[in-house]
Each structure stands twice: as C-alpha cells, then as structure tokens.
C-alpha cells in the first residue's frame, strides 16, 4: 500500500492548515488510520487516529479541541485539520494505516506508513 501526504507548509501560530493523506493499493475501507508526529529532536507520538467508518475517533490530549481526523472512503483519502496551531505543533507529520481489528494508538500496530509532510508553525 501507498499512503501519500501533503498539506504541510509554514503557518503562524493562531493559523490553521488541512493535510491530507491518499491512500492506495489496499481496500482503503479495511484499515483504521492514525496520524502521527515528530518534532525535532524527539521520538515520534501519536496525534489522532480514526475507526474504518469514520464513526470512532481518538485524540492526543495534546490536540485534542484543535484537530480533527476526517476520512473519505469514497476518494481514500484520510485529513487532518488543524487549527489554532501553536509552535509546539511543529514537527514532520505522517499518516499510517492500521489492519489491527481494534483502533489503537500505538505506533508499532500500524502497517503501512506515509513519507511525512513537514508542518512549521511560528510564533
């Protein structure tokens, strides 16, 4: 499967940005998908993840009132849209699908992995 992310770019703190995540190669509908993070410096962390039909989310305390995971099966494309960003949002941004029967937000149960998208946001 490939996961291809774009969205990313340079924004001022208070601004928002949508990435967006394609998916091909797999029956997109199958899988739950996560988006995940990493700063400069520091081990990758979850962000938010997202059941097979869109009804379940979940969220990192830290982003949570802030983004919001989307997916549309019909275009398999997963979003995340992000709002009043602050410079601690910084980092390289990935979408990951997960096969595992149950939505997780551990890292190592995701499958299938994004080249990232790198999002800055200034203060």
């Known amino acids: 499967v490939q996961l291809q992310a774009s969205g990313g770019g340079l924004v001022q703190a208070g601004g928002s940005l949508r990435l967006s995540c394609a998916a091909s190669g797999r029956t997109f509908s199958n899988d739950h998908m996560g988006w995940f993070r990493q700063a400069p410096g520091k081990e990758r962390e979850f962000v938010a993840a997202?059941?097979?039909?869109?009804?379940?989310?979940y969220y990192a305390d830290s982003v949570k009132g802030r983004f919001t995971i989307s997916r549309d099966n019909t275009k398999n494309t997963v979003y995340l849209q992000m709002n009043s960003l602050k410079p601690e949002d910084t980092g390289v941004y990935y979408c990951?699908?997960?096969?595992?029967?149950?939505?997780?937000?551990?890292?190592?149960?995701?499958?299938?992995w994004g080249q990232g998208t790198l999002v800055t946001v200034s203060s």
């Open positions: 990951a699908a997960s096969t595992t029967p149950i939505m997780t937000t551990l890292s190592r149960r995701y499958d299938y």
């Open positions: 997202i059941s097979r039909s869109g009804e379940r989310t």
